[in-house]
């Protein structure tokens, strides 16, 4: 048999292998999860049905609002986190503590408040400080100091009220139209801005809240601390990138409407409709390569999960 027979069938057991290793990953799961004593199994009966109308009353608000939508992904981020991390919580120690309790209570004191008052940050934000309650009383601190990061990060699926964020849309609708017609006006281009309205001799664009940048912010702030997170990088670059994050969202939302702003000018509005349509994935794909590479510079190298 020649080298490269014995190649190719060696690289055709591969999904084979992997497929394997995964049916491994869920029995041992499922095996972990027989184990646990009829409190343990009570406690995340509740929980779930504490949580279960809270998600489903929310996921729609997820859905149809731009700015929340990367919220939908918080919670399977999270559990796909703690897969990866299940190595690392076999042989820890279990040593419970009642001070869970307090955690326990205070969540659903306020799960409840956000529930009766429809506030939706309250409701889903409780989240986490019920998850805190139950690992403390189920397993113990050494637990929580392994789990805390997927724990603390569902906290990005609690949807913020919306008085507080139309301030700051408003000033990122401000930031982008202004800067849009210096840039444009620096490159030549003739455009006259009325408010969050830029003209161009051929129509006339306007730079709604939808189209702030606003919302893109939001979800690469998010995505920065996930992405510090799991390439382990120091506190000090990690808040750096968490800074940077929603600076480099505004500067692609920027580049994204000047590139409307000469379309309309070159070709008029039919082309700049249509660009208008694919524009947002410029933006996130732009906004991505821009994080990655800040990350990069400040020593993001290998993931906390490379064996």
């Known amino acids: 048999m020649t080298q490269s027979t014995i190649s190719h069938n060696t690289d055709a057991m591969q999904p084979d292998i992997r497929q394997e290793s995964m049916k491994e990953a869920f029995a041992s799961i499922v095996s972990d999860l027989k184990r646990w004593p009829a409190q343990a199994w009570l406690l995340s009966a509740m929980i779930l049905l504490l949580y279960i109308p809270v998600i489903a009353e929310t996921l729609p608000y997820w859905l149809d609002n731009g700015t929340y939508s990367f919220c939908a992904l918080i919670i399977p981020i ?28 205070a969540g659903v004191l306020i ?42 990060f569902l906290v990005f699926a609690a949807p913020f009220p919306e008085p ?22 620096f490159f030549g281009f003739a455009i006259v801005r009325q408010g969050s309205v830029l003209q161009v001799p051929t129509m006339s ?15 690469f702030f998010c995505f920065a601390v996930l992405y510090g997170w799991v390439f382990r990088m120091q506190i000090s670059k990690w808040l750096a990138l968490i800074c940077l994050s929603m600076p480099l969202a505004m500067i692609a939302n920027i580049v994204r409407i000047c590139g409307l702003v000469a379309i309309a000018s070159w070709y008029g509005p039919r082309p700049e409709a249509i660009a208008h349509e694919y524009a947002d994935y410029f933006v996130i794909a732009l906004s991505s390569v821009l994080l990655v590479w800040a990350g990069g510079k400040l020593g993001c190298e290998k993931t906390r999960f490379t064996q």
């Open 111 to 152: 799960e409840q408040l956000g529930w009766f008052t429809h506030i939706r940050f309250l409701a889903v934000g409780s989240l986490p400080l019920v998850l805190i309650g139950a690992i403390l009383v189920m397993h113990g601190p050494k637990m929580l100091r392994v789990i805390r990061f997927p724990i603390l």
């Open 164 to 185: 507080i964020l139309t301030k700051v849309d408003v000033e990122a609708q401000f930031i982008s139209t202004i800067s849009t017609e210096h840039i444009m006006q």
């Open 78 to 105: 999270s559990l796909g986190l703690l897969f990866l991390m299940r190595h690392d919580l076999r042989g820890i120690e279990r040593n419970p503590s009642l001070t869970g309790i307090w955690w326990i209570a």
């Open 205 to 219: 664009l306007n730079v709604a809240e939808a189209c702030s940048g606003f919302k893109k912010m939001t979800s």
